[in-house]
Protein backbone atom coordinates (compact mmCIF):
# COMPACT_ATOMS: atom_id res chain seq x y z
CA UNK A 1 0.00 0.00 0.00
CA UNK A 2 1.23 3.29 -1.06
CA UNK A 3 1.24 6.08 1.75
CA UNK A 4 2.85 9.78 2.08
CA UNK A 5 3.76 11.38 5.88
CA UNK A 6 2.72 14.81 5.73
CA UNK A 7 4.27 17.66 7.75
CA UNK A 8 2.38 20.75 9.53
CA UNK A 9 1.45 23.65 7.15
CA UNK A 10 4.20 26.74 8.39
CA UNK A 11 2.05 29.25 7.57
CA UNK A 12 -0.10 28.84 10.94
CA UNK A 13 3.05 28.86 13.01
CA UNK A 14 5.30 31.39 10.77
CA UNK A 15 3.76 34.97 13.08
CA UNK A 16 4.56 33.40 16.38
CA UNK A 17 8.44 33.24 16.38
CA UNK A 18 8.33 37.14 16.26
CA UNK A 19 6.20 37.86 19.37
CA UNK A 20 7.66 38.16 22.44
CA UNK A 21 8.61 35.58 25.56
CA UNK A 22 5.47 36.92 27.83
CA UNK A 23 3.19 37.09 24.19
CA UNK A 24 4.42 33.21 23.53
CA UNK A 25 3.43 32.55 27.22
CA UNK A 26 -0.02 33.68 26.49
CA UNK A 27 -0.20 31.40 23.67
CA UNK A 28 0.76 28.24 26.25
CA UNK A 29 4.17 28.29 24.12
CA UNK A 30 8.21 28.46 24.28
CA UNK A 31 11.27 29.11 22.65
CA UNK A 32 13.78 26.54 22.52
CA UNK A 33 16.98 26.57 20.96
CA UNK A 34 18.13 22.94 19.99
CA UNK A 35 20.71 22.01 22.45
CA UNK A 36 21.65 17.89 21.18
CA UNK A 37 20.30 16.34 17.77
CA UNK A 38 18.67 14.45 18.34
CA UNK A 39 16.35 15.43 20.23
CA UNK A 40 14.26 18.34 18.90
CA UNK A 41 11.89 17.01 15.87
CA UNK A 42 9.86 19.35 14.09
CA UNK A 43 6.56 18.80 12.91
CA UNK A 44 7.06 20.80 9.36
CA UNK A 45 9.42 19.18 8.29
CA UNK A 46 9.81 15.72 9.81
CA UNK A 47 13.46 16.56 10.34
CA UNK A 48 15.04 16.63 13.88
CA UNK A 49 16.47 20.25 14.08
CA UNK A 50 20.08 20.92 14.28
CA UNK A 51 21.98 21.83 17.20
CA UNK A 52 21.48 25.60 17.10
CA UNK A 53 18.09 26.11 15.29
CA UNK A 54 15.32 28.04 17.41
CA UNK A 55 11.92 26.25 17.91
CA UNK A 56 8.93 26.39 19.41
CA UNK A 57 7.25 24.20 21.83
CA UNK A 58 3.30 24.70 21.98
CA UNK A 59 -0.11 23.11 22.07
CA UNK A 60 -1.18 21.53 18.53
CA UNK A 61 -4.41 20.29 18.16
CA UNK A 62 -3.61 17.31 16.26
CA UNK A 63 -7.12 15.78 16.10
CA UNK A 64 -9.61 18.63 15.49
CA UNK A 65 -12.43 16.57 13.64
CA UNK A 66 -15.36 16.64 16.72
CA UNK A 67 -15.11 13.20 17.86
CA UNK A 68 -14.11 11.61 20.97
CA UNK A 69 -10.75 11.16 19.71
CA UNK A 70 -10.34 14.71 19.44
CA UNK A 71 -7.09 15.80 20.82
CA UNK A 72 -4.17 18.15 21.36
CA UNK A 73 -0.84 17.89 22.74
CA UNK A 74 2.65 19.95 22.85
CA UNK A 75 5.13 20.04 19.86
CA UNK A 76 8.17 21.71 18.02
CA UNK A 77 8.07 23.57 15.04
CA UNK A 78 10.82 25.41 13.57
CA UNK A 79 11.54 28.77 12.24
CA UNK A 80 12.31 29.12 8.76
CA UNK A 81 11.07 25.58 7.53
CA UNK A 82 8.78 24.49 4.24
CA UNK A 83 6.13 21.41 5.07
CA UNK A 84 7.40 18.10 4.20
CA UNK A 85 5.20 15.92 1.98
CA UNK A 86 6.89 12.80 1.97
CA UNK A 87 8.26 10.58 -0.90
CA UNK A 88 5.65 7.79 -1.64
CA UNK A 89 6.61 5.38 0.61
CA UNK A 90 9.56 7.16 2.40
CA UNK A 91 10.03 7.30 6.28
CA UNK A 92 12.51 9.18 7.53
CA UNK A 93 15.14 9.15 10.17
CA UNK A 94 12.86 11.47 12.32
CA UNK A 95 10.18 8.64 12.89
CA UNK A 96 12.58 5.57 12.23
CA UNK A 97 15.18 6.41 15.31
CA UNK A 98 11.62 6.52 17.58
CA UNK A 99 9.30 4.48 19.16
CA UNK A 100 6.22 4.95 17.20
CA UNK A 101 2.59 4.55 18.09
CA UNK A 102 0.66 4.26 14.85
CA UNK A 103 -3.47 5.24 15.32
CA UNK A 104 -5.29 4.13 12.15
CA UNK A 105 -9.11 6.49 12.06
CA UNK A 106 -11.94 5.87 9.23
CA UNK A 107 -13.67 8.93 7.65
CA UNK A 108 -15.60 9.70 11.06
CA UNK A 109 -12.29 10.45 12.63
CA UNK A 110 -13.16 7.07 15.23
CA UNK A 111 -9.90 5.60 15.96
CA UNK A 112 -10.26 1.63 14.76
CA UNK A 113 -6.84 0.74 15.56
CA UNK A 114 -3.61 1.14 16.83
CA UNK A 115 0.08 0.05 17.54
CA UNK A 116 3.39 0.66 19.06
CA UNK A 117 6.44 -0.56 17.11
CA UNK A 118 10.04 0.44 16.54
CA UNK A 119 10.64 3.13 13.98
CA UNK A 120 12.24 1.14 11.70
CA UNK A 121 8.90 -1.64 11.89
CA UNK A 122 6.35 1.65 10.74
CA UNK A 123 6.37 1.31 6.76
CA UNK A 124 4.93 -2.15 7.66
CA UNK A 125 2.47 -0.98 10.50
CA UNK A 126 1.17 1.43 8.04
CA UNK A 127 0.72 -1.33 5.15
CA UNK A 128 -1.05 -3.20 7.40
CA UNK A 129 -3.33 -0.68 9.00
CA UNK A 130 -3.85 0.92 4.85
CA UNK A 131 -4.70 -2.81 4.30
CA UNK A 132 -7.63 -2.39 6.27
CA UNK A 133 -10.71 -0.47 4.16
CA UNK A 134 -11.76 1.15 6.79
CA UNK A 135 -8.68 3.18 7.10
CA UNK A 136 -8.78 6.90 6.50
CA UNK A 137 -5.43 8.64 7.71
CA UNK A 138 -3.07 7.21 10.49
CA UNK A 139 -1.45 9.64 12.96
CA UNK A 140 2.13 8.62 14.27
CA UNK A 141 3.16 9.65 17.87
CA UNK A 142 6.14 9.25 19.50
CA UNK A 143 5.61 6.69 21.99
CA UNK A 144 8.07 7.61 24.91
CA UNK A 145 6.13 11.17 24.97
CA UNK A 146 2.90 10.91 23.38
CA UNK A 147 3.41 13.50 21.16
CA UNK A 148 2.02 14.19 17.67
CA UNK A 149 4.72 13.32 15.08
CA UNK A 150 2.35 13.35 11.45
CA UNK A 151 -0.41 12.38 9.72
CA UNK A 152 -0.07 9.78 6.97
CA UNK A 153 -2.16 9.60 3.94
CA UNK A 154 -2.81 6.83 1.26
CA UNK A 155 -0.84 7.95 -1.51
Known amino acids: MSFQLVGLDAEPFATLFSLTEEALRQHGAVRRIAETQPGYPCRISLEDAAVGDELLLLPFTHQPALSPYRASGPIYVR ?26 YD ?6 DAAVCEGAMVAEQIAAFFNDPRADYLHLHNAKRGCFSCRVNRA
Open 79 to 104: RGVTQKIGAVGEVPCYVTDRLISVRS
Open 107 to 112: PAHMMI
